[in-house]
């Protein structure tokens, strides 16, 4: 790094002015101050740029431009990031974040241009640094109140979230995002006080998801559903100081950002994510080359290929894949429909995974479709890894895709194979992972007259699903589930052919997939 010398002008790769006019035209002065405020020798750096708010276009921008000026861009976020570029907010970082790095900047997009400018990494001085709760570079702030938010309170709302209509968008994520931080470190704990714990948290954060105005004031929450005393306290410190304690030793502890880390794994849960927490083991790095630990198939691949699955499914990928795989039906299993669910039928911008829900009107092809279907995308080469459960209809899928079509040699993979597999079937994933996109993908194949239901209970929230079991069993005597609905008292199974009826079955509003959100 310390021998990239040139100016933005004397690089033959240099970037447009009108794209970092601001950084490209600094006065000489400034510019003067720069080289002051450079460290003699630039310290060690791994920046990683958080993609969330950058368009596809200027992150590839920005990676090739740091690649042809010597910067070293991790594709993953780790404990060895010592930059973390974003043009985020500081708070909702860890909502897009599986860790922020202890002793990472995080810094705006700003110091990357600058740095850009001077042809390598910048002082990180005030300027370009988020504000830090967490550091406390100033007092931090209570929240501020407009003459508008002066204390009113809340019409009451149902305790129950599948009669309430949960938006994305609201107006509270500064609470939220704390809150459901809390439910996500209770979680990891895995016990069953942790759950309980990390319940009352999700279910907080719910109420104040459906609040109309920003919350200023404690008093306007009280009488609401689902605020317990614990979530109560943690909304009050941070309405009256600008930070709750608790959240902040959560979110600084190292436990706690290793299990994020861990259970970002594909094949990791908290138990095992606990486990390489207690033998020592700190970052990704550790585990990829442990010697002692005996991983699973999964989690092998889940290694190998981290860089691909830590990186949150677009929307545009979901669309790809869907179109992908209803192709692949209308060939193979004709009549097949293709529905992407979860939360890309909720409306969010980026999933952990792709959920296809697929039918066919035909029995005799829903009975066979999922054999049908991965026996093709194994033909295909794109199947990676394939792992059938709870019976012969839901199978979890990670899917190569490739830039350019296949060819012979490295840049094919290997077909999937369900026999365990052995470190030279790691090696070769590992040697052919570069040129594809790999990323899970969830299969569910419902018989018809169960495809309502399906969709509801796909298309989730978790949240929302487990209010309409609660709902469903205290106020109706009924059983909710992705097969249907079963009446107890008159001891029989309900019909429905659409989701709008299974709403009504069950006494409900309709509510449109993206007011599911919570
Ligand atoms: P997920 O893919 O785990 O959830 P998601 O699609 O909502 O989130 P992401 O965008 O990060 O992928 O599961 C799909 C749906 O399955 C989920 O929306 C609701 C349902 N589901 C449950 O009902 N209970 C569960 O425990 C899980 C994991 C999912
Ligand atoms: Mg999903």
Redesign the pocket.
């Known amino acids: 790094m310390s021998n990239v010398k040139n100016t933005v002008l004397d690089d033959p790769c240099h970037y447009s002015e009108s794209d970092y006019s601001a950084s490209t035209s600094s006065p000489p002065l400034k510019k003067l101050k720069l080289e002051l405020e450079r460290p003699e020798e630039p310290t060690k750096c791994l920046i990683y740029i958080v993609e969330k708010k950058i368009s596809s276009g200027h992150l590839s921008h920005l990676k090739e431009i740091a690649k042809k000026k010597g910067f070293s861009v991790a594709n993953f976020i780790s404990q060895d990031v010592t930059h973390v570029v974003t043009t985020l907010p500081f708070e909702r970082l860890t909502s897009v974040l599986s860790v922020i790095p202890a002793n990472a900047d995080v810094i705006g997009l700003e110091w990357l241009t600058s740095s850009f400018a001077e042809g390598m990494p910048v002082l990180v001085t005030d300027r370009y640094r988020l504000q830090k709760s967490m550091e406390v570079i100033s007092p931090p702030t209570p929240v501020q109140r407009t003459a508008a938010e002066k204390v009113t309170t809340y019409d009451p709302i149902s305790v129950y979230e599948c009669q309430r209509a949960t938006l994305l968008e609201h107006h509270n994520h500064i609470l939220t995002d704390a809150l459901e931080l809390l439910e996500r470190y209770y979680q990891h704990l895995d016990h069953k006080e942790g759950d309980t714990r990390a319940l009352a948290f999700r279910q907080a954060s719910c109420t104040l998801k459906v609040l109309p105005r920003k919350v200023v004031d404690i008093g306007q929450i009280t009488h609401l559903p689902r605020i317990g005393k614990h979530s109560s306290q943690v909304i009050q410190d941070i309405l009256s100081t600008g930070l709750c304690q608790e959240v902040e030793e959560c979110r600084r502890s190292e436990w706690f950002q290793c299990m994020e880390l861990f259970t970002s794994v594909y094949g990791c849960g908290s138990v095992t994510a606990n486990k390489w927490y207690q033998k020592g083991l700190r970052s990704i790095n550790d585990i990829q080359t442990s010697k002692e630990l005996q991983l699973t198939k999964t989690q092998k691949l889940g290694l190998v290929y981290y860089e691909h699955l830590s990186v949150p499914v677009t929307r545009e990928e979901t669309e790809m894949i869907t179109g992908y795989v209803q192709r692949l039906v209308d060939v193979c299993a004709s009549g097949t429909s293709v529905e992407a669910?979860?939360?890309?039928r909720?409306g969010?911008a980026?999933?952990?995974?792709i959920?296809l829900l697929l039918t066919n009107p035909d029995h005799t092809i829903t009975d066979t479709l999922l054999t049908i279907l991965l026996s093709e995308l194994r033909k295909q080469d794109v199947l990676v890894h394939s792992d059938v459960t709870s019976g012969k209809n839901i199978a979890h899928v990670s899917m190569g895709h490739f830039h350019t079509p296949p060819t012979q040699g490295k840049n094919r993979l290997p077909h999937s194979s369900d026999t365990t597999t052995t470190t030279n079937d790691v090696e070769e994933h590992e040697e052919r992972k570069a040129p594809c996109l790999v990323k899970r993908v969830?299969f569910v194949v419902s018989p018809p007259e169960q495809y309502p239901f399906a969709l509801v209970?796909?298309?989730?929230?978790?949240q929302f699903?487990r209010s309409l079991r609660r709902y469903s069993a205290n106020e109706l005597n009924m059983t909710v589930n992705a097969h249907g609905i079963y009446d107890i008292a008159q001891n029989k199974s309900l019909v429905a052919t659409t989701e709008k009826e299974v709403f009504s079955l069950l006494k409900l509003e309709y509510r449109e997939p993206w007011e599911r959100n919570c």
Do not use: L, M, Q
């Open positions: 669910v979860g939360g890309y909720r969010k980026h999933g952990h995974d959920d969830d209970s796909w298309t989730g929230s978790k699903n």
